[in-house]
Protein backbone atom coordinates (compact mmCIF):
# COMPACT_ATOMS: atom_id res chain seq x y z
CA UNK A 1 0.00 0.00 0.00
CA UNK A 2 1.32 3.55 -0.83
CA UNK A 3 2.80 5.52 2.09
CA UNK A 4 3.11 9.44 2.31
CA UNK A 5 6.35 8.89 1.88
CA UNK A 6 6.04 7.61 -1.34
CA UNK A 7 4.91 10.90 -2.60
CA UNK A 8 7.56 13.04 -2.04
CA UNK A 9 6.42 14.87 1.11
CA UNK A 10 9.80 16.55 3.07
CA UNK A 11 10.28 15.72 6.88
CA UNK A 12 8.55 18.74 8.60
CA UNK A 13 4.90 17.56 6.81
CA UNK A 14 5.44 13.91 7.35
CA UNK A 15 6.17 14.34 10.88
CA UNK A 16 2.72 16.68 10.94
CA UNK A 17 0.68 13.69 9.34
CA UNK A 18 2.51 11.16 11.93
CA UNK A 19 1.37 13.73 14.41
CA UNK A 20 -2.31 13.85 13.16
CA UNK A 21 -2.62 10.21 13.12
CA UNK A 22 -2.40 9.82 9.35
CA UNK A 23 -1.31 6.52 8.07
CA UNK A 24 -1.69 6.43 4.60
CA UNK A 25 -3.19 8.23 1.84
CA UNK A 26 -6.03 8.06 1.02
CA UNK A 27 -7.22 8.10 -3.36
CA UNK A 28 -7.45 11.62 -3.61
CA UNK A 29 -4.13 12.21 -1.61
CA UNK A 30 -2.65 9.44 -3.33
CA UNK A 31 -3.36 11.13 -6.87
CA UNK A 32 -3.47 14.83 -6.57
CA UNK A 33 0.09 15.50 -4.12
CA UNK A 34 2.45 14.21 -6.93
CA UNK A 35 1.20 16.16 -10.18
CA UNK A 36 0.36 19.66 -7.32
CA UNK A 37 3.78 19.10 -6.39
CA UNK A 38 5.08 19.07 -9.61
CA UNK A 39 3.76 22.50 -9.92
CA UNK A 40 0.72 20.87 -12.33
CA UNK A 41 -3.01 22.63 -11.95
CA UNK A 42 -5.59 20.54 -11.12
CA UNK A 43 -9.45 19.65 -11.14
CA UNK A 44 -10.43 17.41 -8.89
CA UNK A 45 -13.67 15.55 -8.17
CA UNK A 46 -14.33 14.95 -4.89
CA UNK A 47 -16.06 16.35 -1.31
CA UNK A 48 -15.39 16.80 1.71
CA UNK A 49 -14.70 13.55 3.48
CA UNK A 50 -12.78 12.82 1.08
CA UNK A 51 -9.46 14.36 2.28
CA UNK A 52 -9.39 16.68 -0.28
CA UNK A 53 -7.99 19.40 1.66
CA UNK A 54 -4.98 17.78 2.85
CA UNK A 55 -4.41 16.89 -1.32
CA UNK A 56 -4.48 20.79 -1.87
CA UNK A 57 -2.77 21.50 1.47
CA UNK A 58 -0.01 19.42 1.77
CA UNK A 59 1.93 20.36 -1.65
CA UNK A 60 0.78 23.85 -1.56
CA UNK A 61 2.61 24.20 1.82
CA UNK A 62 6.11 21.97 0.94
CA UNK A 63 5.87 24.35 -2.41
CA UNK A 64 5.73 27.50 -0.75
CA UNK A 65 8.23 26.38 2.27
CA UNK A 66 10.52 25.03 -0.62
CA UNK A 67 10.98 28.67 -1.76
CA UNK A 68 10.86 31.36 1.52
CA UNK A 69 10.19 34.69 0.84
CA UNK A 70 9.08 37.19 3.23
CA UNK A 71 5.65 38.49 3.53
CA UNK A 72 4.55 41.31 1.72
CA UNK A 73 2.21 43.65 2.78
CA UNK A 74 -1.05 43.34 1.98
CA UNK A 75 -0.79 40.59 0.73
CA UNK A 76 -0.70 36.68 0.03
CA UNK A 77 1.03 34.10 -1.53
CA UNK A 78 -2.14 31.23 -2.13
CA UNK A 79 -5.25 32.10 -1.96
CA UNK A 80 -7.83 29.56 -1.37
CA UNK A 81 -11.66 30.33 -2.25
CA UNK A 82 -13.89 28.64 0.19
CA UNK A 83 -18.22 28.99 0.03
CA UNK A 84 -19.08 28.92 3.31
CA UNK A 85 -17.37 30.65 6.57
CA UNK A 86 -17.29 27.27 8.37
CA UNK A 87 -15.52 25.31 5.68
CA UNK A 88 -13.33 28.39 5.46
CA UNK A 89 -12.31 28.16 8.58
CA UNK A 90 -11.45 24.37 8.57
CA UNK A 91 -9.26 24.75 5.85
CA UNK A 92 -7.13 27.22 7.84
CA UNK A 93 -6.88 25.17 10.76
CA UNK A 94 -5.91 22.66 8.32
CA UNK A 95 -2.91 24.48 6.81
CA UNK A 96 -1.64 25.05 10.08
CA UNK A 97 -2.04 21.96 11.60
CA UNK A 98 -0.06 20.57 8.51
CA UNK A 99 2.09 23.39 8.75
CA UNK A 100 3.07 22.96 12.03
CA UNK A 101 6.61 22.49 11.73
CA UNK A 102 7.29 25.80 8.53
CA UNK A 103 7.61 29.06 9.52
CA UNK A 104 4.29 30.17 7.03
CA UNK A 105 1.35 32.04 8.28
CA UNK A 106 -1.99 31.60 7.60
CA UNK A 107 -5.17 33.67 7.66
CA UNK A 108 -8.64 33.08 7.03
CA UNK A 109 -11.29 35.74 6.44
CA UNK A 110 -14.94 35.79 5.86
CA UNK A 111 -17.88 37.74 7.01
CA UNK A 112 -20.26 38.39 10.02
CA UNK A 113 -17.41 39.10 11.94
CA UNK A 114 -15.48 42.82 12.37
CA UNK A 115 -13.06 43.21 9.00
CA UNK A 116 -10.80 45.36 11.50
CA UNK A 117 -9.07 42.10 13.04
CA UNK A 118 -8.92 41.21 9.38
CA UNK A 119 -7.67 44.00 7.90
CA UNK A 120 -4.60 44.11 10.96
CA UNK A 121 -3.55 40.70 10.00
CA UNK A 122 -3.25 41.16 6.07
CA UNK A 123 -1.53 44.36 6.48
CA UNK A 124 1.41 42.36 7.55
CA UNK A 125 0.86 40.21 4.53
CA UNK A 126 0.17 36.27 5.29
CA UNK A 127 1.91 33.02 3.02
CA UNK A 128 -1.87 31.43 2.91
CA UNK A 129 -5.10 33.48 2.65
CA UNK A 130 -8.23 31.11 3.37
CA UNK A 131 -11.57 33.50 1.98
CA UNK A 132 -15.06 33.56 1.24
CA UNK A 133 -15.58 35.47 -1.97
CA UNK A 134 -17.41 38.55 -0.37
CA UNK A 135 -15.29 39.76 2.40
CA UNK A 136 -12.48 39.33 0.19
CA UNK A 137 -13.77 41.82 -2.46
CA UNK A 138 -14.79 44.13 0.74
CA UNK A 139 -10.98 43.83 2.14
CA UNK A 140 -9.85 44.21 -2.06
CA UNK A 141 -12.57 47.07 -2.28
CA UNK A 142 -11.26 49.39 0.82
CA UNK A 143 -7.57 48.63 -0.26
CA UNK A 144 -6.65 45.91 2.32
CA UNK A 145 -5.74 43.78 0.24
CA UNK A 146 -4.10 43.18 -3.00
CA UNK A 147 -3.84 39.69 -5.56
CA UNK A 148 -1.24 40.16 -7.59
CA UNK A 149 1.35 38.37 -5.42
CA UNK A 150 -0.62 35.39 -5.67
CA UNK A 151 1.11 32.00 -7.27
CA UNK A 152 -1.40 29.57 -6.12
CA UNK A 153 -5.55 29.81 -6.31
CA UNK A 154 -7.91 27.15 -5.13
CA UNK A 155 -11.16 27.02 -5.69
CA UNK A 156 -12.84 24.63 -2.94
CA UNK A 157 -16.27 23.31 -3.37
CA UNK A 158 -16.55 25.07 -6.58
CA UNK A 159 -20.05 23.62 -7.59
CA UNK A 160 -21.40 25.14 -4.24
CA UNK A 161 -19.85 28.48 -4.88
CA UNK A 162 -22.00 28.77 -8.04
CA UNK A 163 -25.22 27.56 -6.05
CA UNK A 164 -24.66 30.62 -3.71
CA UNK A 165 -24.68 32.88 -6.25
CA UNK A 166 -20.62 33.79 -6.30
CA UNK A 167 -19.99 33.23 -9.84
CA UNK A 168 -19.78 37.36 -10.47
CA UNK A 169 -17.44 37.96 -7.26
CA UNK A 170 -15.23 34.77 -8.39
CA UNK A 171 -14.98 36.38 -11.95
CA UNK A 172 -14.20 39.43 -10.50
CA UNK A 173 -11.53 37.99 -7.97
CA UNK A 174 -9.79 35.76 -10.74
CA UNK A 175 -9.56 38.83 -13.06
CA UNK A 176 -7.33 40.45 -10.18
CA UNK A 177 -4.60 37.10 -10.01
CA UNK A 178 -1.68 36.75 -12.13
CA UNK A 179 -2.35 35.23 -15.30
CA UNK A 180 0.91 33.20 -14.00
CA UNK A 181 -0.26 30.91 -11.70
CA UNK A 182 -0.92 27.20 -10.35
CA UNK A 183 -4.87 26.44 -10.29
CA UNK A 184 -6.43 24.11 -8.24
CA UNK A 185 -10.43 23.63 -8.49
CA UNK A 186 -12.25 21.32 -6.27
CA UNK A 187 -15.99 20.69 -7.14
CA UNK A 188 -18.31 17.28 -5.81
CA UNK A 189 -20.20 17.61 -9.06
CA UNK A 190 -19.26 18.50 -12.49
CA UNK A 191 -22.10 20.36 -14.01
CA UNK A 192 -21.55 22.67 -17.02
CA UNK A 193 -21.00 26.25 -15.70
CA UNK A 194 -18.21 24.37 -13.18
CA UNK A 195 -16.86 22.58 -16.16
CA UNK A 196 -16.30 26.12 -18.27
CA UNK A 197 -14.98 27.24 -15.04
CA UNK A 198 -12.20 24.92 -15.70
CA UNK A 199 -11.70 25.14 -18.90
CA UNK A 200 -11.36 29.16 -18.36
CA UNK A 201 -9.33 29.44 -15.42
CA UNK A 202 -7.53 26.09 -15.77
CA UNK A 203 -4.13 25.04 -17.78
CA UNK A 204 -3.88 21.62 -18.70
CA UNK A 205 -5.25 20.23 -15.64
CA UNK A 206 -4.68 17.04 -14.34
CA UNK A 207 -7.72 15.85 -13.30
CA UNK A 208 -9.07 13.69 -10.40
CA UNK A 209 -12.24 11.88 -9.66
CA UNK A 210 -13.25 10.44 -6.74
CA UNK A 211 -16.50 8.27 -6.72
CA UNK A 212 -18.92 10.97 -5.36
CA UNK A 213 -21.69 8.73 -3.79
CA UNK A 214 -19.08 6.37 -2.08
CA UNK A 215 -19.10 7.82 1.68
CA UNK A 216 -23.32 7.45 0.67
CA UNK A 217 -23.53 4.15 -0.73
CA UNK A 218 -20.26 2.01 1.12
CA UNK A 219 -20.65 2.85 4.72
CA UNK A 220 -23.29 4.57 5.95
CA UNK A 221 -26.11 2.25 7.00
CA UNK A 222 -29.70 4.61 5.65
CA UNK A 223 -33.55 4.06 6.25
CA UNK A 224 -36.23 5.85 5.54
CA UNK A 225 -39.26 6.54 7.83
CA UNK A 226 -42.86 7.48 6.67
CA UNK A 227 -44.00 10.06 8.74
CA UNK A 228 -46.73 12.91 8.11
CA UNK A 229 -45.15 16.21 8.81
CA UNK A 230 -46.91 17.39 11.73
CA UNK A 231 -45.39 14.07 13.66
CA UNK A 232 -41.42 14.44 12.67
CA UNK A 233 -40.81 16.15 16.07
CA UNK A 234 -42.39 13.66 18.18
CA UNK A 235 -41.04 11.10 15.97
CA UNK A 236 -37.54 13.11 16.59
CA UNK A 237 -37.73 13.55 20.37
CA UNK A 238 -38.72 10.00 20.99
CA UNK A 239 -36.46 8.66 18.55
CA UNK A 240 -33.29 10.64 20.83
CA UNK A 241 -33.69 8.83 23.96
CA UNK A 242 -31.95 6.45 23.12
CA UNK A 243 -28.51 7.09 23.72
CA UNK A 244 -26.48 5.25 20.98
CA UNK A 245 -27.40 8.08 18.99
CA UNK A 246 -24.14 10.01 20.28
CA UNK A 247 -23.77 12.61 18.37
CA UNK A 248 -26.69 13.69 16.10
CA UNK A 249 -26.77 15.93 13.15
CA UNK A 250 -30.45 16.92 12.30
CA UNK A 251 -31.08 18.49 8.93
CA UNK A 252 -34.04 20.96 8.54
CA UNK A 253 -34.80 22.89 4.89
CA UNK A 254 -35.25 25.95 6.52
CA UNK A 255 -34.03 27.93 9.29
CA UNK A 256 -37.24 28.72 11.26
CA UNK A 257 -37.78 25.35 10.82
CA UNK A 258 -34.26 24.24 12.58
CA UNK A 259 -35.27 26.86 15.04
CA UNK A 260 -38.70 24.92 15.49
CA UNK A 261 -37.12 21.73 16.01
CA UNK A 262 -34.22 22.92 18.56
CA UNK A 263 -37.40 24.76 20.69
CA UNK A 264 -39.53 21.15 20.59
CA UNK A 265 -36.28 19.17 21.82
CA UNK A 266 -35.57 21.56 24.28
CA UNK A 267 -38.92 21.43 25.94
CA UNK A 268 -38.86 17.46 25.45
CA UNK A 269 -35.66 17.50 27.83
CA UNK A 270 -32.92 16.87 24.89
CA UNK A 271 -30.46 19.72 24.52
CA UNK A 272 -30.00 20.79 21.35
CA UNK A 273 -28.33 23.78 19.45
CA UNK A 274 -29.37 25.34 15.72
CA UNK A 275 -26.52 26.57 13.02
CA UNK A 276 -28.06 28.24 10.45
CA UNK A 277 -27.77 31.48 8.60
CA UNK A 278 -29.38 33.46 10.68
CA UNK A 279 -26.73 32.88 13.14
CA UNK A 280 -24.17 35.71 14.14
CA UNK A 281 -20.83 33.94 13.53
CA UNK A 282 -19.87 34.04 16.89
CA UNK A 283 -23.49 31.99 17.68
CA UNK A 284 -22.54 29.79 15.01
CA UNK A 285 -18.92 29.07 16.23
CA UNK A 286 -19.99 28.52 19.63
CA UNK A 287 -22.56 25.75 18.66
CA UNK A 288 -20.02 24.03 16.41
CA UNK A 289 -17.81 23.95 19.12
CA UNK A 290 -20.09 22.85 21.31
CA UNK A 291 -21.16 20.13 18.99
CA UNK A 292 -17.02 19.02 18.38
CA UNK A 293 -16.43 18.64 21.88
CA UNK A 294 -19.46 16.24 23.01
CA UNK A 295 -20.94 19.27 25.08
CA UNK A 296 -23.81 19.53 22.81
CA UNK A 297 -25.29 16.42 21.14
CA UNK A 298 -27.87 17.13 18.91
CA UNK A 299 -27.01 20.26 16.28
CA UNK A 300 -30.01 20.82 14.11
CA UNK A 301 -28.35 22.68 10.95
CA UNK A 302 -29.68 24.04 7.16
CA UNK A 303 -27.69 22.70 4.42
CA UNK A 304 -25.81 25.61 4.16
CA UNK A 305 -24.46 25.95 7.52
CA UNK A 306 -23.45 22.17 7.28
CA UNK A 307 -21.84 22.66 3.89
CA UNK A 308 -18.37 21.48 4.29
CA UNK A 309 -18.65 20.85 8.03
CA UNK A 310 -16.26 18.28 9.43
CA UNK A 311 -16.90 16.88 12.73
CA UNK A 312 -15.96 13.34 13.75
CA UNK A 313 -17.85 11.15 15.39
CA UNK A 314 -20.93 12.11 14.24
CA UNK A 315 -23.22 8.81 14.90
CA UNK A 316 -26.33 9.18 12.82
CA UNK A 317 -27.51 11.93 10.54
CA UNK A 318 -31.41 12.43 10.48
CA UNK A 319 -32.97 14.06 7.34
CA UNK A 320 -36.05 15.96 9.15
CA UNK A 321 -37.08 16.74 5.64
CA UNK A 322 -36.18 15.58 2.46
CA UNK A 323 -33.84 18.33 0.21
CA UNK A 324 -35.49 18.94 -2.33
CA UNK A 325 -31.62 19.16 -4.19
CA UNK A 326 -30.53 15.07 -4.06
CA UNK A 327 -27.05 16.23 -4.32
CA UNK A 328 -27.84 17.81 -0.58
CA UNK A 329 -28.68 14.53 0.71
CA UNK A 330 -25.35 12.97 -0.20
CA UNK A 331 -23.29 15.73 1.24
CA UNK A 332 -25.87 15.68 4.53
CA UNK A 333 -25.35 11.83 4.82
CA UNK A 334 -21.42 12.54 3.90
CA UNK A 335 -21.25 14.07 7.30
CA UNK A 336 -21.41 11.07 9.44
CA UNK A 337 -18.74 8.10 8.13
CA UNK A 338 -16.01 10.11 7.94
CA UNK A 339 -12.58 9.27 7.21
CA UNK A 340 -13.48 5.53 7.07
CA UNK A 341 -15.29 5.34 10.51
CA UNK A 342 -19.05 3.79 9.84
CA UNK A 343 -22.50 5.91 10.77
CA UNK A 344 -26.37 5.58 10.12
CA UNK A 345 -28.49 8.38 8.34
CA UNK A 346 -32.28 8.45 8.55
CA UNK A 347 -34.77 10.12 6.32
CA UNK A 348 -38.20 11.56 7.55
CA UNK A 349 -40.43 11.51 4.39
CA UNK A 350 -43.86 12.88 4.55
CA UNK A 351 -46.13 12.10 1.44
CA UNK A 352 -45.01 15.54 -0.31
CA UNK A 353 -41.63 14.16 0.04
CA UNK A 354 -42.18 11.11 -1.82
CA UNK A 355 -40.89 12.45 -5.10
CA UNK A 356 -37.57 13.61 -3.40
CA UNK A 357 -37.34 10.75 -1.85
CA UNK A 358 -37.38 9.07 -5.43
CA UNK A 359 -34.79 11.55 -6.94
CA UNK A 360 -32.78 10.65 -4.23
CA UNK A 361 -32.69 7.33 -4.56
CA UNK A 362 -31.88 7.68 -8.48
CA UNK A 363 -28.99 9.59 -7.43
CA UNK A 364 -27.27 7.54 -5.37
CA UNK A 365 -28.19 4.33 -6.92
CA UNK A 366 -29.28 3.29 -2.86
CA UNK A 367 -33.05 2.53 -2.18
CA UNK A 368 -33.27 3.48 1.38
CA UNK A 369 -34.97 0.89 3.60
CA UNK A 370 -38.10 1.43 4.93
CA UNK A 371 -38.22 1.21 8.63
CA UNK A 372 -41.54 0.80 9.78
CA UNK A 373 -42.35 1.95 13.39
CA UNK A 374 -43.09 -0.37 16.07
CA UNK A 375 -45.87 0.65 18.59
CA UNK A 376 -46.30 0.04 22.22
CA UNK A 377 -48.60 -2.69 23.19
CA UNK A 378 -51.40 -1.33 25.01
CA UNK A 379 -52.53 0.54 21.42
CA UNK A 380 -55.84 -0.01 19.96
CA UNK A 381 -55.71 1.25 16.25
CA UNK A 382 -53.96 -0.72 13.14
CA UNK A 383 -50.43 -1.22 13.96
CA UNK A 384 -47.60 -1.42 11.41
CA UNK A 385 -45.28 -4.16 13.99
CA UNK A 386 -41.52 -4.06 12.92
CA UNK A 387 -41.03 -6.72 10.36
CA UNK A 388 -37.59 -8.02 11.59
CA UNK A 389 -36.35 -9.18 7.83
CA UNK A 390 -37.12 -6.03 6.44
CA UNK A 391 -34.20 -3.91 9.04
CA UNK A 392 -31.43 -3.83 7.92
CA UNK A 393 -28.77 -6.41 9.70
CA UNK A 394 -26.04 -4.66 12.04
CA UNK A 395 -23.04 -4.15 10.19
CA UNK A 396 -24.68 -4.81 6.93
CA UNK A 397 -23.80 -2.47 4.32
CA UNK A 398 -26.70 -0.36 2.15
CA UNK A 399 -24.94 -0.57 -1.00
CA UNK A 400 -24.95 -4.49 -0.91
CA UNK A 401 -28.70 -4.39 0.22
CA UNK A 402 -29.22 -2.61 -3.12
CA UNK A 403 -30.07 -4.65 -5.76
CA UNK A 404 -27.11 -4.07 -8.52
CA UNK A 405 -29.64 -2.69 -10.91
CA UNK A 406 -30.39 0.46 -8.41
CA UNK A 407 -33.57 1.21 -8.86
CA UNK A 408 -36.26 0.28 -6.15
CA UNK A 409 -38.49 -2.42 -6.80
CA UNK A 410 -41.96 -1.88 -5.54
CA UNK A 411 -42.30 -3.89 -2.53
CA UNK A 412 -39.55 -1.76 -0.65
CA UNK A 413 -41.88 1.47 0.14
CA UNK A 414 -45.26 -0.70 0.00
CA UNK A 415 -48.31 1.39 0.25
CA UNK A 416 -48.98 1.93 4.26
CA UNK A 417 -51.87 0.48 6.16
CA UNK A 418 -54.38 3.02 7.08
CA UNK A 419 -53.45 4.26 10.23
CA UNK A 420 -50.02 2.89 10.15
CA UNK A 421 -48.62 6.57 9.96
CA UNK A 422 -47.54 7.40 13.25
CA UNK A 423 -49.46 9.15 15.66
CA UNK A 424 -47.98 11.00 19.38
CA UNK A 425 -48.94 7.86 20.97
CA UNK A 426 -48.35 5.55 18.56
CA UNK A 427 -44.35 6.42 18.55
CA UNK A 428 -42.07 4.30 18.69
CA UNK A 429 -40.42 3.55 21.85
CA UNK A 430 -36.65 4.27 22.52
CA UNK A 431 -34.84 1.47 20.78
CA UNK A 432 -37.94 0.55 18.55
CA UNK A 433 -35.48 0.60 15.40
CA UNK A 434 -32.96 -1.45 17.56
CA UNK A 435 -31.30 -3.41 14.24
CA UNK A 436 -31.21 -0.29 12.45
CA UNK A 437 -29.84 2.22 15.25
CA UNK A 438 -27.63 -0.50 17.06
CA UNK A 439 -25.64 -1.25 14.05
CA UNK A 440 -21.92 -1.31 15.12
CA UNK A 441 -21.16 2.20 14.72
CA UNK A 442 -17.30 2.58 15.05
CA UNK A 443 -18.05 6.26 16.07
CA UNK A 444 -18.39 6.50 19.93
CA UNK A 445 -19.23 9.50 21.70
CA UNK A 446 -16.87 11.86 23.07
CA UNK A 447 -14.49 11.30 20.32
CA UNK A 448 -13.43 14.26 18.53
CA UNK A 449 -11.69 14.60 15.20
CA UNK A 450 -8.46 16.71 13.93
CA UNK A 451 -9.10 20.15 12.85
CA UNK A 452 -7.58 21.10 15.78
CA UNK A 453 -4.10 21.08 14.87
CA UNK A 454 -1.06 19.51 15.73
CA UNK A 455 -1.43 16.69 18.58
CA UNK A 456 -4.67 16.39 18.45
CA UNK A 457 -4.96 13.60 16.35
CA UNK A 458 -7.39 11.51 15.15
CA UNK A 459 -8.83 8.98 17.35
CA UNK A 460 -9.26 5.83 15.72
CA UNK A 461 -12.71 3.83 16.55
CA UNK A 462 -11.21 1.43 19.26
CA UNK A 463 -8.99 4.11 21.30
CA UNK A 464 -10.46 5.72 24.13
CA UNK A 465 -12.24 8.73 23.90
CA UNK A 466 -10.84 11.51 24.69
CA UNK A 467 -12.40 13.26 27.73
CA UNK A 468 -13.66 17.02 27.61
CA UNK A 469 -11.04 19.75 28.10
CA UNK A 470 -8.06 17.75 26.99
CA UNK A 471 -5.97 18.40 24.16
CA UNK A 472 -7.47 17.50 21.31
CA UNK A 473 -10.93 18.07 22.14
CA UNK A 474 -10.08 21.73 23.29
CA UNK A 475 -7.94 22.43 20.21
CA UNK A 476 -10.79 21.74 17.55
CA UNK A 477 -12.83 24.77 18.40
CA UNK A 478 -12.33 27.00 15.15
CA UNK A 479 -9.66 29.14 14.97
CA UNK A 480 -8.19 32.00 13.24
P1 LIG B 1 -11.69 16.53 3.93
O1 LIG B 1 -12.22 15.73 2.80
O2 LIG B 1 -10.48 17.29 3.56
O3 LIG B 1 -12.77 17.39 4.53
O4 LIG B 1 -11.20 15.51 5.06
C1 LIG B 1 -12.09 14.71 5.78
C2 LIG B 1 -11.51 14.20 7.08
O5 LIG B 1 -10.55 13.19 6.82
C3 LIG B 1 -10.80 15.26 7.90
O6 LIG B 1 -11.23 15.13 9.26
C4 LIG B 1 -9.35 14.92 7.80
O7 LIG B 1 -8.68 15.24 8.99
C5 LIG B 1 -9.36 13.42 7.60
N1 LIG B 1 -8.26 12.91 6.78
C6 LIG B 1 -7.74 13.47 5.67
N2 LIG B 1 -6.75 12.70 5.16
C7 LIG B 1 -6.64 11.63 5.97
C8 LIG B 1 -5.79 10.45 5.98
N3 LIG B 1 -4.89 10.24 5.03
N4 LIG B 1 -5.97 9.56 6.97
C9 LIG B 1 -6.90 9.76 7.93
N5 LIG B 1 -7.73 10.83 7.98
C10 LIG B 1 -7.61 11.75 7.02
Redesign the pocket.
Known amino acids: MPQ ?1 SDLGLSAPILGA ?1 AA ?7 P ?2 LRAIPPVLGGRDLCGI ?10 FALPILQRLAAVPQRAVRQACRVLVLSPTRELAS ?2 AG ?1 FR ?1 YGAGMPLSTAVVFGGVPIGPQRQKLARGVDILVATPGRLLDLIDTRSLTLSGVQVLVLDEADRMLDLGFIHALKRIVKLLPHQRQTLLFSATMPRPIAALAEDYLNDPVKVVVAPSATTVERVEQGVVFVSSDRKRDLLATLLRDPVLARVLVFTRTKHGADRVVRHLVGAGVEATAIHGNKSQPQRERALAGFRDGQTRVLVATDIAAR ?1 L ?1 V ?1 GVSHVINFELPNVPEDYVHRVGRTA ?3 AAGTAIAFCSDEERPYLRDIEKLTRCPLRAIPLATPASHDGPVERPAKANLPREGRRASRQAPATGRAAPARHPPRPAGAEVRRRDLPAAGAFPAFLHRSSSTKPGSV ?3 GGPGAA ?1 RPADREPLAPGSEATSAVSLRR
Open positions: FLEGYETPTIQAQTGTGKTAAQISAGDDRAGGRRR
